[in-house]
C-alpha cells in the first residue's frame, strides 16, 4: 500500500493543507496522520472515507485499486456540468 501513503501526502500538498490541519478535519491527531502518510499505520474505515470526502476521490483511488480520480460535480447546474466535462474531454487530447 506504498501508493496509499504517497497519494495520501500528495492530495494534502495538492490542496495546501498541513497534517494538523487534515487531522482536525477528520478528527485525528498530527501524529495519526503523519504516520498515515509515512505507511506506518492505515486509517480505519470511517477516517478513510472522510479523507476521501476531504480530496474529492474515492476510496478506491486513496487505496490504489484505481488511478483514476472522481469529481464531485454536485450543487453543478446542468449546463455548468456540460461544460465542466467539454473541459475535460478537451484537456484528455
Do not use: H
Not at 495546501?16 to 499505520?41: D, P
Not at 469529481?71 to 484537456?91: C, H, K, N, V, Y
Amino acid at each position: 500500500m506504498v501508493d496509499f501513503s504517497n497519494r495520501l501526502r500528495d492530495l494534502r500538498k495538492a490542496k495546501a493543507l498541513t497534517q494538523s490541519q487534515v487531522a482536525e478535519i477528520v478528527g485525528g491527531s498530527k501524529a495519526m496522520i503523519s504516520s498515515y502518510e509515512l505507511g506506518t499505520r492505515y486509517p480505519p474505515y470511517d477516517v478513510l472515507v472522510k479523507l476521501a470526502r476531504l480530496y474529492g476521490v474515492s476510496t478506491d483511488y486513496l487505496l490504489g485499486v484505481k488511478n483514476n480520480y472522481a469529481l464531485d460535480a454536485q450543487g453543478l447546474t446542468p449546463e455548468q456540468f456540460s461544460l465542466l466535462r467539454s473541459l475535460i474531454d478537451e484537456l484528455k487530447r
